[in-house]
């Protein structure tokens, strides 16, 4: 059995707060590989925004303390 690793997903092949499931187990010192839970993933805790989107609103915070002016 062979297998191709990729490199690039689209948008909706990506599970945001998911992690895949463990593949690999040793065995009399040996690896063995359960294709059966290929596809398989599990949820993570994972902050509810992505790192750009928590990027931005720490700017935005930083850039509304930077100009405000008090009355």
Avoid: K
Avoid at 17 to 37: K, M, N, T
Avoid at 45 to 61: D, F, H, I, M
Wanted: charged share 15%; glycine share 6%.
């Amino acid at each position: 059995m062979t297998c191709q690793a990729r490199s690039s997903y689209l948008a909706d092949e990506v599970l945001w707060g998911h992690r895949f499931a463990p593949l690999l187990s040793l065995e009399e010192g040996f690896y063995a590989v359960d294709y059966g839970g290929f596809h398989q993933t599990l949820p993570v805790p994972t902050p509810p925004a992505s790192a750009r989107q928590l990027a931005a609103a720490a700017a935005r915070r930083q850039a509304h303390l930077y100009w405000s002016i008090p009355s």
